[in-house]
């Protein structure tokens, strides 16, 4: 379990359900919505070039595989619109992945219910304005906070389920979303309920979440939730609060920052980070580059509370954010215990190409917290380069090449010192 709430896997860019009519009138819709996907991961030197004696195995190489098919309904009557989803998905693992989850399962693979909710949304309810939405949903169901810090994803993948990488399990176990939207506020309130994988922790959340967008292109949200993980007595409710803003503006100049508290019993831990960028768009290519630092708290073995950094349901909403390098925020590192520096640059030669080069420096806020045999705080570099191609309007294709070189700390708690080397081609078509 990474966080206090659900582990969670990663989530590939680009991945998109197509939507294909089977029935339509002037108040009611139904589509089909499916995809399917597959990626290879060629490696060397995993973990170091100790995974089998780490993990158990070798998980230099593997695959993997997922494809999600679903009907999705609404109904217009007025100003209200009613509506419903259902989709199953199933994901599976050729060889054992750098996760470990894998090792030592018979198979990895499986299907399962993905998107299961219905709905109800009424627009102006409160006004003539007619971008004023009130939205009321229950059951299985995807949920995004800002940039996924805290909560993007509630599913459970890797392991038995197979697809760790895929990360196509996003949707609530349980979960009542309300909320209401202008063209400046977002006012939402939410019950939570996670799908944790074997031998994790069952939890729930609920809370709210506020954002505003003012004049002069300031956006400023905060979001309040009680964390609490029932089958856990070693961690007791939690207390969450998120502050978070962003600016654009000058002519290319962004800014943007969140910082989190998380407040128990035994639990006094906080996260945050802060982010600078420049967009060049009328040079070519569209240049972006930026840079990113992040600190979230270990636990002090000195002390009496408990500080380490609990990553609630936390998800992928771009590359770093919030799967921290394609080698350590995927496979040994969570965010907890963790600060890292990234510098980025990013590019589009064309609206069909997307490139990024991508280079952390990490190192760990309280070394003891990973292992007591671990006492230098650093981590290690890493550069990762990815390359994104929507090839046709149903083709999607991805290159990664990436290159953890490890500092001491990680050379005391794996025990090796080579290169981890690691690549992916990701291919998904959607109809």
Same mark, same amino acid.
């Given at each position: 379990m990474?966080? +206090?709430f659900?582990?969670c896997?990663s989530?590939l860019?680009?991945?998109?359900v +197509?939507?294909?009519? @089977?029935? =339509?009138n ?6 089909l919505?499916? =995809?399917? #996907? ?5 490696g060397?030197?995993?973990?170091f070039?100790?995974s089998?004696s780490f ?29 419903a ?13 750098a ?5 030592g399962?018979s ?22 304005l007619?971008?004023d ?13 800002g ?5 993007a994803?509630?599913?459970s993948d890797g392991?038995e389920?197979?697809g760790?990488?895929?990360? #196509?399990?996003? +949707?609530?176990q349980e979960s ?5 939207? =202008? ?5 939402e ?6 799908r944790p994988?074997?031998g ?20 400023a949200?905060?979001?309040?939730m ?11 409710? @939690?207390?969450v609060?998120?502050?978070r ?10 800014l943007s ?5 998380e ?13 600078v960028?420049?967009?060049? +768009? ?9 840079y990113?630092?992040?600190?979230f ?17 936390y ?7 919030w ?17 890292s ?11 069909a190409?997307?490139?990024?080069? #991508?280079?952390?420096?990490f190192?760990?806020n ?17 550069i ?8 046709t309007?149903?083709w999607?294709?991805i290159g990664?090449?990436?290159?953890l ?5 990680a ?14 081609v ?6």
């Amino acid at each position: 379990m990474f966080g +206090a709430f659900v582990g969670c896997a990663s989530l590939l860019p680009g991945y998109a359900v +197509a939507d294909y009519e @089977l029935y =339509s009138n002037e108040s009611s819709k139904l589509v089909l919505k499916g =995809s399917v #996907m597959g990626a290879v991961f060629p490696g060397s030197n995993s973990w170091f070039g100790e995974s089998e004696s780490f993990l158990g195995d070798d998980t230099d190489s593997w695959s993997e595989f997922g494809a999600e098919i679903g009907l999705a309904w609404e109904h217009t009557s007025g100003k209200s619109t009613f509506f419903a989803e259902l989709s199953g998905v199933y994901t599976a693992t050729g060889g054992d992945d750098a996760s470990g989850l894998t090792i030592g399962e018979s198979d990895s693979d499986q299907a399962s219910t993905e998107q299961a909710h219905i709905g109800w949304r009424y627009s102006d309810p409160f006004s003539n304005l007619e971008e004023d939405t009130f939205t009321l949903s229950v059951g299985r169901q995807d949920y995004l906070i800002g940039t996924g810090l805290l909560i993007a994803d509630g599913g459970s993948d890797g392991g038995e389920n197979g697809g760790w990488y895929l990360g #196509m399990r996003k +949707a609530f176990q349980e979960s009542v979303i309300a909320s209401l939207k =202008s063209s400046s506020l977002l006012a939402e309130g939410f019950y939570l309920q996670n799908r944790p994988r074997r031998g994790g922790t069952q939890g729930d959340a609920i809370g709210a979440n506020l954002e505003y967008t003012f004049t002069g292109g300031v956006t400023a949200g905060t979001t309040y939730m009680v964390v609490d993980t029932k089958q856990d007595p070693n961690t007791p409710s @939690l207390d969450v609060l998120s502050g978070r803003l962003g600016w654009s503006g000058l002519s290319g100049l962004e800014l943007s920052g969140e910082y989190v508290i998380e407040e128990s019993n035994n639990i006094n831990a906080d996260g945050f980070y802060g982010e600078v960028g420049w967009s060049f +768009a009328d040079s070519a290519w569209t240049p972006r580059i930026s840079y990113r630092y992040a600190d979230f708290d270990g636990d002090d073995p000195d002390t009496a509370k408990d500080e380490r950094f609990r990553e609630i349901a936390y998800g992928y909403t771009d590359y770093g954010s919030w799967f921290q390098g394609e080698i350590t925020g995927n496979y040994p590192l969570a965010n907890g215990n963790l600060q890292s520096h990234l510098f980025r640059i990013k590019a589009t030669p064309t609206e069909a190409w997307t490139l990024n080069l #991508m280079y952390y420096n990490f190192s760990l806020n309280e070394p003891a917290s990973l292992d007591p045999s671990v006492t230098s705080d650093d981590w290690g570099d890493e550069i990762n380069f990815t390359a994104d191609w929507a090839a046709t309007d149903n083709w999607y294709l991805i290159g990664v090449l990436g290159v953890l070189f490890p500092g001491t700390a990680a050379e005391q708690w794996v025990g090796g010192d080579e290169d981890w080397l690691y690549s992916m081609v990701y291919a998904s078509y959607t109809f």
